[in-house]
């Protein structure tokens, strides 16, 4: 029966290397003078590199490679109730489906974690072999037409050699966006793929525990995304980073609920211990279009899509830096009370996809937003 659901969600991997929405016009009152640690963030004129299409969307030359004429939206100056649905729909045909791939952990500093020695092939301990990875599985379903999503991260066991029929499952977290199981507190989408979650995961009475995860498709391949995870501790209004998990995973096709194995498929090797990101590649001043969704922190409303803001320019330093293999960072910054959640892709020179959310000094989710960025020369 799972194949009669994936019927519905036809896919359409064409590459879209430009998928934000339609932009929305609307006083959002976005403050981003109120700086995170030094990630500063403000509206900017468009410099003379800097292309504008029909569409009033803005590009940049160095990362217009692989776009499709069909891809680029028209312009829809008056947005309509249909049209969100429409953005809810193409989010769904591009997240749903069999996401496999690799999962590892890491610490606060950027440290690979090592798999637990139970689950570790008695071969690889003989070999004095570390293990850092997990093969993974992230069957996802968004049903297009109603807000709802579920979706399963699967842990396979470690194998020696490639043997996808000895695959077994060693956990499955299920997680529930929307309808009567809804379990996220909140929840930003966009037509591409990309979204935002806010997961709480435990409460002891003195602190909470938090997932900030941020799912980032690949802007020149809808097929490849990674999703970052922060385990953040919530002391009243302190956020205090714990650990990271990284998902690097492949689009193997429509949705199957898991039943099949990526097993010697899977087109990724393993990451966890290869070299980390160059921060001289990913500190600087950064430019780019830029799409929000607000929050404020009140109420039943806890899924919104991420609409476009104009263009945005940050200067990033590497304070509370954390660099991760696979031309992947994040950080989670500090200033004034407020705080910033931020992890991004490289996913060419120069050019990358960040994601960050924004919390009150009241420790309230102020705003998500997801841009894509590319470097600004010395001498613009």
Not at 306 to 332: F, H, M, T
């Amino acid at each position: 029966m799972v194949l009669a659901a994936s019927s519905v969600i036809s896919h359409n991997r064409t590459i879209n290397s430009m998928a934000f929405p339609l932009p929305k016009h609307r006083n959002i009152a976005v403050n981003h003078h109120q700086h995170h640690s030094k990630v500063y963030l403000h509206s900017f004129p468009r410099p003379h590199d800097v292309y504008q299409c029909s569409n009033g969307k803005i590009f940049n030359p160095s990362c217009l490679a692989k776009t499709a004429v069909s891809d680029v939206q028209l312009h829809n100056p008056n947005p309509t109730t249909a049209a969100a649905a429409n953005a809810w729909s193409e989010f769904a045909r591009n997240v749903s489906g069999e996401w496999d791939g690799l999962g590892a952990d890491f610490s606060i500093k950027g440290s690979p974690i090592e798999l637990p020695e139970s689950v570790v092939p008695e071969a690889y301990r003989e070999w004095e072999v570390k293990v850092y990875d997990w093969q993974t599985q992230c069957p996802t379903l968004a049903e297009p037409g109603k807000k709802v999503m579920t979706y399963k991260t699967i842990k396979l066991l470690p194998t020696v050699g490639c043997e996808a029929d000895a695959a077994t499952r060693y956990s499955m977290d299920e997680r529930n966006i929307g309808g009567v199981d809804n379990k996220v507190s909140a929840f930003a989408y966009q037509a591409s793929g990309c979204y935002t979650a806010i997961w709480p995961v435990a409460d002891n009475g003195t602190h909470e525990l938090w997932e900030l995860e941020h799912c980032l498709i690949n802007p020149r391949d809808k097929e490849s995304r990674v999703r970052i995870i922060q385990v953040v501790r919530v002391d009243g209004t302190k956020f205090v980073l714990q650990n990271i998990r990284v998902f690097c995973e492949q689009w193997y096709g429509p949705f199957r609920n898991g039943d099949q194995l990526g097993g010697c498929a899977i087109r990724d090797s393993a990451f966890a211990s290869t070299a980390t990101t160059k921060a001289s590649d990913v500190v600087g001043e950064w430019q780019g279009p830029n799409a929000v969704a607000t929050f404020d922190g009140f109420g039943d409303i806890f899924l919104e899509e991420l609409e476009d803001n104009g263009a945005l320019k940050s200067i990033r330093d590497e304070n509370n830096l954390v660099l991760l293999p696979k031309q992947l960072w994040c950080a989670l910054q500090e200033r004034g009370g407020e705080t910033c959640s931020e992890v991004g892709w490289l996913f060419d020179q120069g050019c990358a996809i960040t994601s960050r959310c924004s919390f009150s000094s009241e420790g309230k989710l102020k705003e998500v937003s997801v841009a894509r960025e590319t470097t600004v020369s010395e001498d613009v």
